[in-house]
Nanobody, 118 residues
Framework: QVQLVESGGGLVEAGGSLRLSCAAS????????MGWYRQAPGKQRDLVAG???????NYADSVKGRFTISRDDAKNTVYLQMNSLKPEDTAVYYC????????????WGQGTQVTVSS
């Protein structure tokens, strides 16, 4: 059963915007943090943005000032607002969720393609 579902990817022109969503199943609880990694062809998977249960956020230097991560009050869905997109943002974006101690489970979304044309 799929427990972490991503949506919102697509093709946009440079300077455009996209909003990614990642919905965690209600069966996933005690989530410590959620966010996105991304992976471009020939490159490793790198953290883009994350948000903790307490609301603390962190971003890769390359997206600071352009991307904003947020969550809803139920803490089961996170959003990544991506503005001023650049061709170098092109990658597959993978949502993740990490459960707190003592569970320790890690979950990955199916990945969503973001392509930014120049």
């Amino acid at each position: 059963q799929v427990q972490l579902v991503e949506s919102g990817g697509g093709l946009v022109e440079a300077g455009g915007s996209l909003r990614l969503s990642c919905a965690a199943s209600r069966s996933i609880f005690s989530i410590a943090s959620m966010g996105w990694y991304r992976q471009a062809p020939g490159k490793q998977r790198d953290l883009v943005a994350g948000i903790t249960a307490g609301g603390a956020t962190n971003y890769a230097d390359s997206v600071k000032g352009r991307f904003t991560i947020s969550r809803d009050d139920a803490k089961n869905t996170v959003y990544l607002q991506m503005n001023s997109l650049k061709p170098e943002d092109t990658a597959v974006y993978y949502c993740y969720a990490r459960r707190s101690w003592p569970y320790g489970d890690n979950y990955w979304g199916q990945g969503t393609q973001v392509t930014v044309s120049s």
